[in-house]
């Protein structure tokens, strides 16, 4: 893995608070889409929270691949796509681990999301990241594909 496409890639992801997930279902392979809150490890691994009975969560259910698109402002110009695979956090370690990111990064996700009933915790390991800067005079796309 390139450093510093993997340091550039994190740096930017630090910067966002949201993305948009993609989920699908093998018996309705239509994706659905929704915003939501993540946070980030120094291996460039996410991390979100949803309720128990979302499309989401029941898409994951059977259908661990997600993608996601962060970066949507047009200030950055800058735009992260991402393919993964999502497990759901079980082990109670990891699940504190990941709510101290959610609070550290200052995420939507707040307390109160924690602490619902319904709520489950998934990690996204990735398997592709592309990343495009057209911040800069030349446009600079990167792609990202081993990571293990």
């Not at 796509?81 to 699940?95: F, N, R, W």
């Not at 924690?114 to 005079?137: E, L, M, Q, R």
């Amino acid at each position: 893995m390139n450093k510093s496409h993997k340091d550039k890639i994190l740096n930017f992801l630090r910067q966002q608070k949201l993305a948009v997930i993609s989920t699908s279902n093998p018996d309705n392979p239509t994706p659905e889409s929704a915003l939501i809150a993540f946070a980030e490890d120094n291996e460039i691994q996410l991390y979100f929270q949803t309720g128990k009975h979302t499309r989401k969560a029941a898409n994951l259910n059977t259908n661990h691949c997600v993608s996601l698109v962060i970066g949507l402002s047009l200030a950055d110009l800058i735009t992260i796509q991402y393919e993964g695979i999502a497990q759901p956090i079980v082990d109670h370690l990891e699940m504190q681990q990941c709510k101290e990111r959610f609070i550290t990064k200052n995420s939507p996700t707040t307390e109160e999301y924690f602490n619902h009933p319904t709520a489950i915790f998934f990690k996204v390991h990735p398997t592709w990241i592309g990343c495009s800067d057209y911040s800069g005079d030349k446009p600079e796309v990167i792609e990202m594909k081993h990571f293990y």
